[in-house]
């Protein structure tokens, strides 16, 4: 009975260790330990957003005016009904406010990632994520009417947008999407939030069909095509790190060129008119859902350029960093000009913040 007891008792002690040492190892993955000294702070303005936060932005640099992801996203986390919309805001114009950027708001509309796609004839189209109350996720397309307004044309639906979270569009009806969870069990949904596995689909619609290219995104949450269309550029969010593609513009296929490492979990990529990738990333999965619950409790945000160096290595740059008090969950920074155009999770209000090369 004694040799049993004094097993057991190592058993019980085995397992408390294994599951303080997995508290911990979680705590640090998740950035509980993190802190941050903010960076380009000083020189912003801020714009408010009535009722509703922009978790994505796109800018049409070429008219100066930016789109918004409209929506009451902390009604939605707390399960109260929220449609959303797409605003447009004049950057020429510092004293410009948001207005209506849709003609009409599609049925069951609540918008998440965004994409702007302008062809050779200057015709320009919009690709807005939709997760639909009640519906199949969508992707909700728009094209530019005469009155400046975006025109409804498509719904598309399919299996390639499994939890789409943000997309990239590469014609007038074709587009990357970025899905942030494959799990098809509760233990692959706790391996994704626990460990970072990568089971999330990337997915290609080529204007007639959904084509999966690769299965093993850990959570993305943001993509971009570089302007030149060679790179595909994907958030690995929950493995702290932004994936760099080359693509293949004749078959959209894509081969891993590069593994950008960063200490925080990436959400939106915004390529620059240099060639740059601008992308926001949360300094602490902790603070953020905490924020979710608690307004007052602030989310860290940082943005990092990345690019090639002289070397020809890729080289992640930290350019802006928050503590919360300027921008709590920062999801979105825009290249425009010498300033950087800043999004939230949720945060009723973006930012112009004058932040250097």
Not at 137 to 159: P, R, S, Y
Request: hydrophobic share 45%.
């Amino acid at each position: 009975m004694a040799a049993f007891l004094k097993w057991l008792g190592a058993i019980v002690a085995a397992l408390f260790v294994a599951m303080v040492c997995l508290a911990v190892y979680f705590l640090a993955r998740t950035g509980a330990f993190n802190s941050v000294q903010n960076l380009a702070t000083e020189a912003c303005a801020a714009i408010a957003l009535e009722g509703v936060s922009a978790e994505d932005i796109v800018v049409d640099r070429a008219r100066g005016l930016a789109y918004l992801s409209a929506l009451d996203r902390r009604a939605k986390v707390g399960g109260r009904p929220s449609l959303g919309t797409v605003l447009k805001i004049d950057l020429n114009d510092v004293d410009s406010g948001p207005r209506p950027a849709l003609a009409e708001d599609p049925e069951a509309f609540r918008p998440h990632g965004m994409s702007l796609y302008t062809a050779p004839d200057g015709q320009q189209t919009l690709f807005v994520i939709s997760h639909r109350p009640g519906k199949s996720q969508a992707i909700e397309i728009f094209e530019m009417g005469d009155d400046g307004l975006f025109d409804h044309i498509e719904t598309v639906t399919g299996d390639g947008l499994v939890s789409p979270n943000d997309l990239a569009a590469t014609g007038p009806r074709e587009f990357y999407v970025a899905n942030d969870t494959g799990a098809e069990s509760r233990f692959q949904r706790m391996q994704e939030q626990v460990f970072g596995a990568g089971f999330a689909k990337l997915t290609y619609f080529d204007g007639a069909k959904f084509r999966t290219l690769r299965e093993d995104l850990a959570s993305a949450g943001g993509i971009a095509v570089s302007a030149d269309g060679g790179r595909l550029f994907v958030a690995d969010t929950q493995q702290k790190r932004v994936r760099v593609f080359s693509r293949d513009k004749i078959t959209n296929d894509v081969s891993l060129a590069a593994i950008v490492e960063l200490d925080g979990l990436p959400d939106n990529i915004d390529i620059a008119p240099d060639g740059g990738a601008w992308v926001t990333a949360h300094a602490s999965a902790f603070s953020l859902i905490r924020h979710f619950f608690d307004a007052a409790d602030p989310s860290p945000s940082l943005v990092y350029r990345i690019a090639l160096n002289d070397r020809g290595f890729w080289r992640a740059d930290l350019k802006y960093a928050s503590d919360g008090r300027n921008l709590s969950a920062g999801s979105v920074a825009v290249r425009y000009g010498d300033e950087l155009i800043l999004g939230s999770i949720t945060e009723q209000k973006i930012l112009r913040c004058k932040v250097p090369d």
